[in-house]
């Protein structure tokens, strides 16, 4: 995690803690000016964005006016799991609309190599024995594919 990454957490996890104590950002900062720190709502605020770092010591006495221990630090740190499987979920559904685009062309891949073998026999290529025979086989390769892929992807959500 860089620090960028870590500010964003931090930032979210004191919003949430806030916010679920029906606290304004105003509030926040009155309570870190009673600690002996000049915050400002705006301090409070640039912090949620994930703009300005929070220094340790800053983290112990935020916990406690928040009502938390104030030992635990890395509680600002940890990622709310709600948003992680909301990012997980968005992700897999992303991949699976990409494999499905994927099966489609793979689809239209196995149509024009059908119909190629096909014209390479009306031509004269290939006997039409040998080359029903390869084309039985490639599209019932294809087809085995095609099905084990599908038995592995969810449908998509859209």
Known sequence: MNNDD????VGQNLARLREN???SLEDVARLMRQQGYKWKKDTVYTIEQGRRALKIAEAHDLLGCLGEDPTDIGSL?????????SLKINQLDSLSRNIQRELEQFEQQKQVIGLTIYAD???GYLSDVLAKHYADRFTGILDDMTQTLKKH???SKE
């Open 21 to 23: 104590r029906n606290l």
């Open 6 to 9: 870590a500010n964003i957490i």
């Open 77 to 85: 740190f940890r990622r709310n799991n709600e948003h992680i499987l």
């Open 121 to 123: 026999t009306s031509n």
């Open 153 to 155: 992807i969810p449908e």
